[in-house]
């Protein structure tokens, strides 16, 4: 009920170009002179069957950025919701996916209680460097529903609400803004973890960076990768 009512509370005229403004929520400031390190997360020496280990987030050693992939939460809310629709009090404007991404990302701030915590969001998927280089990039894909791009917005701000750090950047998709994240965590010695379900993730794993699939308890690290080709050699 309270995110129904924060929703309504926002729902007033915003442009698309103010609503990814990169935001910085109430967590203690990101400064590498003032912070005393944790030991960085460790892989456990004896795998799990298939070459990956299992953790918890209780076992994420307080120093660890976690940077969650926003409009995957977004997208994944929307289709994932069937045909639920939910309008705001101005009884127009669907806001069932940005609702179910808010309590989504509500539970997670509760159960992880992150320390450092960041949402990457997409701009515009045409204006990026790739589409620049490659106008058929991503081309096949249809477009997205009109009624979830409203809600892009809405989804950006209610991040800051719930006092996350909102990043994104125009002519780059929110994986890069995540794997940027990544190596300037790891350079001034942080654990990362990325959560997203996007395969691609992978290619950043190595140490101290870790991707785990939302609502799992398993990363992956280089460790499990070594397991897993020798596994399959033999």
């Known amino acids: 009920m309270r995110l129904q009512l924060l ?9 698309m170009a103010c609503a990814f403004v990169a935001w910085s929520g109430p967590a203690a400031p ?10 960085a997360l460790h892989v456990a020496a004896a795998p799990a069957a298939g070459g990956i ?8 050693p307080d120093e660890t950025l ?5 409009t995957s939460m977004l997208f994944r809310a929307h289709f994932g919701k069937g045909s639920q629709s939910y309008l705001a009090a101005d009884g127009a404007t669907e806001v069932a996916a ?3 991404m808010g309590i989504e990302l509500a539970q997670f701030i ?4 992150p320390r450092y915590l960041a949402v990457a969001f997409d701009v515009d998927r045409n204006s990026t460097f790739r589409r620049q280089l490659m106008p058929t990039y991503k081309a096949h894909r249809p477009p997205h529903p009109r009624d979830l791009l ?3 917005p809405l989804a950006t701000a209610l991040t800051k609400c719930l006092g996350c750090t909102c990043l994104s950047q125009r002519g780059y998709e929110a994986d ?12 001034i010695g942080l654990s990362v973890v990325l959560v997203s379900e996007d395969k691609d993730m992978l290619q950043l794993v190595r140490e101290r960076v870790h991707v785990m699939a939302p609502r799992r308890c398993v990363t992956c690290s280089t460790n499990h990768f070594e397991v897993a080709a020798t596994s399959t050699a033999t």
């Open 7 to 15: 929703l309504s509370a926002m729902l007033q005229p915003i442009g």
């Open 53 to 60: 280990t299992e953790f918890k987030h209780t076992d994420v």
């Open 30 to 39: 990101l400064a590498s002179d003032t912070r005393s390190l944790a030991p």
């Open 66 to 70: 976690w940077v969650l992939d926003g």
């Open 98 to 100: 940005v609702l179910a």
């Open 150 to 152: 409203l809600q892009l």
């Open 176 to 187: 890069d803004v995540m794997a940027t994240l990544a190596t300037w965590g790891r350079s």
């Open 110 to 113: 509760e159960e992880v209680q």
